[in-house]
């Protein structure tokens, strides 16, 4: 096997074990509000976001991490420490261990993230890329497929037996170990040497908002299913499912969306994401739920891989940690501080923290990002000609 086929199958395993952060504790946050409903609406959809807290801080060690160990030792740690802290909720029961375990598992999340986009760049040539990219998110897609699909199911039998999906983390684990490429340690000097530039900036700021964004959809789609249909976890994990089909649809074809449409493709996304927050506040019934999952799905692949790729080309490759690490940083605090921003708006703009009113926030912020986008590619396309 050819060091090009043990990095694409690297990536979609790494980014596979990814998929459970997409799919968090979205099945049973329904159930979740019904069992801690004396703790407060935020304070259960922070369940859903808290592990950005640690994402940011794993995210933030990976380049110091790369100075240290080869990436086949950094993604190992961070797949066993994605797994224990997965099954611990389902041994132990209460609000302060769940949230705990999902504050600090965000740490493994943090580091495997922009690991992917580290081993593409250290195997594979600028040019030849964005497939990688592409793969990265359709392991997201297809572990979040599994995750919310399974998830769903399973705490149909008991909300704890949902945990039992973190077994996808310790199988991308034995993968990982047999087949990832050798790639030792990067020189201290080269990374410190490493310099970001005003593209790279453009597109963190884009990764603050991108997040808390996306994720209304995440953080309130258990608690409108449950306000508004009688389905049950399994039909909320149908819903989240659909919701990583479509992610996974998108990074399969990522490399033929780059070439019809170039950069500005992240731009379109955005604007069919506003699209479906749209449908799911005036279209009735469950018609309007999928649609939005849908759109949604489509528009966080998109971003990911197009905001990874566009970073990811912009840098050396010795930057890569640094500039891959930070955008995860940012985003993250966009994720981490979705149910506060969201909620304290709804609330002080709308009048009450509602799924439906933060939907409706979502809905005019992705809006008003696809302009930002729309002009700031337009800007950089007519600076590179």
């Known amino acids: 096997m050819n060091n090009k086929m043990k990095t694409r199958i690297t990536v979609l395993l790494i980014a596979f074990s990814l998929g459970l952060n997409v799919t968090g504790v979205a099945p049973i946050l329904g159930v979740l509000k019904a069992e801690y409903a004396h703790y407060g609406t935020t304070m259960v959809q922070l369940l859903q976001s808290i592990t950005y807290f640690t994402i940011i801080i794993g995210a933030l060690l990976l380049g110091w991490l790369t100075t240290k160990l080869s990436k086949k030792q950094i993604a190992l740690f961070a797949l066993l420490w994605v797994g224990i802290l997965g099954f611990i909720p389902m041994f132990i029961d209460g609000f302060e261990v769940i949230f705990i ?99 790279v900036y453009f597109f963190l700021g884009v990764s603050l908002f991108q997040l808390l964004l996306l994720d209304a959809f995440s953080i309130n789609v258990g608690i409108y299913m449950a306000e508004k249909f009688a389905g049950g976890t399994s039909l909320t994990g149908l819903v989240t499912m659909v919701n990583a089909v479509f992610g996974l649809l998108t990074g399969v074809f990522f490399a033929k969306l ?128």
Request: some cysteine; charged content about 10%.
């Open 101 to 199: 375990c999902r504050l600090l598992i965000g740490l493994g999340f943090g580091i495997l993230n922009p690991l992917s986009a580290v081993i593409i760049t250290a195997m594979i040539e600028p040019q030849e890329r964005a497939p990688y990219m592409g793969m990265h998110v359709v392991g997201m897609g297809s572990g979040a497929i599994v995750g919310n699909l399974l998830g769903g199911f399973l705490a149909d039998i008991g909300y704890d037996w949902f945990y039992l999906i973190y077994i996808i983390a310790f199988l991308c684990l034995i993968g990982v170990w047999i087949i990832i490429p050798h790639m030792p340690a990067v020189p201290k000097e080269k990374v410190k040497s490493a310099k970001l530039n005003g593209t």
């Open 258 to 385: 780059m070439k019809k449409f170039g950069t500005k493709v992240v731009a379109y996304a955005v604007f069919l994401c506003a699209a479906g927050y749209l449908a799911i506040l005036v279209i009735p019934g469950i018609v309007g739920v999928f649609i939005c999952s849908i759109t949604g799905g489509i528009c966080r692949s998109a971003m990911g891989a197009g905001i990874g790729l566009m970073i990811a080309n912009a840098v050396a490759k010795e930057g890569t940690a640094k500039a891959s690490g930070l955008n995860t940083v940012i985003s993250g605090i966009g994720g981490l501080l979705a149910p506060t921003i969201l909620g304290g708006v709804s609330e002080g703009v709308l009048g009450a923290n509602t799924a439906s009113n933060q939907l409706t926030l979502a809905c005019v912020g992705m809006l008003l990002m696809g302009i930002v986008l729309i002009v700031g590619l337009t800007k950089m396309q007519k600076k590179n000609k």
